[in-house]
Every structure is written in structure tokens, then in C-alpha cells.
């Protein structure tokens, strides 16, 4: 009996729900840590990245319109269909970083824990940084966060996995939508996470991920109308610098590089870095001379 060939993984985008390849129809060879071919990803083009910003715009409606606890519910659906491809993962992670099983196992573990962390904050972040505010008058004065709008993400280069999950998490949590470029030299986790986030009942266009030159896709990102906020955690110094002249067109928030323990328990920062605030003004009525109102 002949020996059974391997079927190999096509690694595709993920865009709008869907997994189309690069509109470019370029790919670029992935490797391990010691340099062995692992697979071709696609080599997302600047078309590839503007289709991406009109899914996210499209989804960005419904998906902020959503209940904060229907969000949590599906951020909690993410974390376990990961679980049930665990296994997966592992190998992705541990190919990608150079690490052993055990270690990768943990990585993984981290990873499925912090959707798990977020998706409990996404009903509870409005009452930390909103709030009644006390003001001088016949008025009720309440603040309350709404999500920014479409989010471009430069995921962490260096952290394939627990990094990704880390800037995509808080940015959907919210009720943003996310444009992100996978780590260009470890995209495989990335991707294959597209296929969790579809199977999860996460709307398509919520998260959009591509693959290929980090530089080559955030350019256009950076600079486009329609891209509200941008997270450069994947950015050099040089990169970053470029990329916020270009976001400061339209007034873009953006959140620069910055030393992260990923394995830490997060804070809120990366929540609150997308969200604007609204603050309404309402009469209760003219205040008697007992400063009771009537």
C-alpha cells in the first residue's frame, strides 16, 4: 500500500465572513522558526485592505447596535469553539514562535482565557467611565461610551497569538469593528482564527484579518476617510511615526507602540482607547428656594 499523501492547508483571508484569496492573487512563504516551510499565506494587496474597511463599515451598525450582553455572549462563543481546537493552535503557535508544546499549550490557554476576561467586561466597562456627573443647575449631566466606529489593527509581530487576541478582544468588545494585519512573519495563527471568529457567531465584517507586508497594508489604512482609529502595536518606531502623520488627516484616534506583557491581566486601557464618550444634558425642572426641584 502506497503512502498516503498530506493534504495541505490552504491559507486564506478572512473579509466580510467570507475567506477570499489576496484580489492580487500573490502569496509569500511562511517559515518556522528555524526557517522550514510551513505554508504560503496570501499577500493582502491595498485593494484587499479597502474591501476590508467597507465590510467592517457595513457590520459597524449592527454590531454596535447589538446589546453589550450579546457581545459578551459571543466574545464567550470565541473562546469556546477555541477550546474545541486547541490541539491546532498549539502546533500553529509552537511552529510559529519557536517554542515547545508545553509552552505553546500555554500560550493557547492564555489566549482562550482572555476572550473569556473581555467578554465579561463588555456589559460592565460603561458603568466604570460613564456615569451621572454632578453639575451646577437644573440638570441631569450623564456620560456614557460608544464605540469609535472601524479600527485598523496592527497585530503584535513578535506574539502570533496571545498578542493578536490581545488588540482584537478589546476593540470588538466595545462594539468597534476591526481591520487587522496579521503578524507578517507568523500570519498562520492569525488566519486560522478567521475560521473560529466565522463559526462563532461573530457577523461577518466585525473582524476582518489579512496577511502579508505590514507596511504595504497599514499605509493605506492609516491614511483612509473611513478608518476611525488605528492601534500600532505591530509598528516599529519608524513605522508608527509615518503612520500617525497619515492618520492625523482625518483626525484618527491612534494608539502607539508601547512595552506590553501580554501574559499580564490587561486593564482597560486598550478598551478605552476606542470608545468616545457621550454626554446628555436634561432639565429636572426650577429649583425652589429649598433647592428642591418641583
Known amino acids: 500500500m502506497s503512502d498516503r499523501l498530506s493534504v495541505f492547508k490552504t491559507y486564506k483571508l478572512y473579509v466580510g465572513g467570507k475567506f477570499p484569496r489576496s484580489e492580487s492573487g500573490r502569496v509569500y512563504e511562511v517559515t518556522d522558526s528555524k526557517g522550514n516551510w510551513l505554508a504560503n499565506a496570501p499577500l493582502s494587496s491595498r485593494k484587499?485592505?479597502?474591501?476590508?474597511?467597507?465590510?467592517?463599515?457595513?457590520?459597524?451598525?449592527?454590531?454596535?447596535?447589538?446589546?453589550?450582553?450579546?457581545?459578551?455572549?459571543?466574545l464567550y462563543r470565541v473562546a469556546e469553539m477555541?477550546?474545541?481546537r486547541k490541539e491546532q493552535f498549539?502546533?500553529?503557535?509552537?511552529?510559529a514562535e519557536g517554542l515547545s508544546k508545553a509552552k505553546a499549550a500555554a500560550v493557547v490557554d492564555a489566549a482562550i482565557d482572555r476572550w473569556v476576561w473581555y467578554a465579561g467586561w463588555t456589559d460592565k466597562i460603561a458603568q466604570v467611565v460613564g456615569g451621572a456627573n454632578p453639575v451646577a443647575g437644573p440638570y441631569f449631566n450623564l456620560s456614557s461610551p460608544e464605540p469609535t466606529g472601524v479600527v485598523a489593527v496592527l497585530a503584535p509581530q513578535d506574539s502570533s497569538f496571545l498578542g493578536l487576541v490581545s488588540v482584537i478582544a478589546p476593540v470588538i468588545a466595545t462594539g468597534n469593528t476591526a481591520v487587522v494585519i496579521a503578524s507578517e512573519k507568523a500570519p498562520l495563527p492569525a488566519l486560522s482564527l478567521g475560521e473560529v471568529l466565522a463559526t462563532?457567531?461573530?457577523?461577518?465584517?466585525?473582524?476582518?484579518?489579512?496577511?502579508?507586508a505590514t507596511a504595504e497594508l497599514a499605509a493605506p489604512l492609516a491614511a483612509h476617510q473611513d478608518v476611525n482609529a488605528i492601534d500600532l502595536a505591530g509598528a516599529d518606531e519608524a513605522l508608527a511615526k509615518e503612520l500617525e502623520i497619515a492618520a492625523a488627516d482625518n483626525l484618527k484616534r491612534v494608539l502607539r507602540p508601547q512595552p506590553v506583557d501580554h501574559a499580564a491581566t490587561?486593564?482597560?486601557?486598550?478598551?478605552?482607547?476606542?470608545?468616545?464618550?457621550?454626554?446628555?444634558?436634561?432639565?429636572t425642572g426650577a429649583l425652589g428656594a429649598s433647592g428642591s426641584s418641583y
Not at 498549539?90 to 511552529?95: D, F, P, Q, W
Not at 490587561?266 to 432639565?283: C, N, Q, S, Y
Open 266 to 283: 490587561p486593564g482597560i486601557d486598550r478598551m478605552t482607547a476606542f470608545l468616545e464618550t457621550k454626554t446628555v444634558w436634561h432639565p
Open 90 to 95: 498549539v502546533r500553529e503557535v509552537a511552529e
Open 48 to 74: 484587499d485592505a479597502r474591501d476590508a474597511v467597507v465590510a467592517a463599515r457595513k457590520a459597524f451598525g449592527g454590531w454596535s447596535g447589538a446589546t453589550a450582553y450579546n457581545r459578551g455572549q459571543v
Open 82 to 84: 477555541l477550546e474545541g
Open 200 to 212: 462563532s457567531d461573530v457577523p461577518g465584517g466585525v473582524v476582518n484579518i489579512l496577511s502579508g
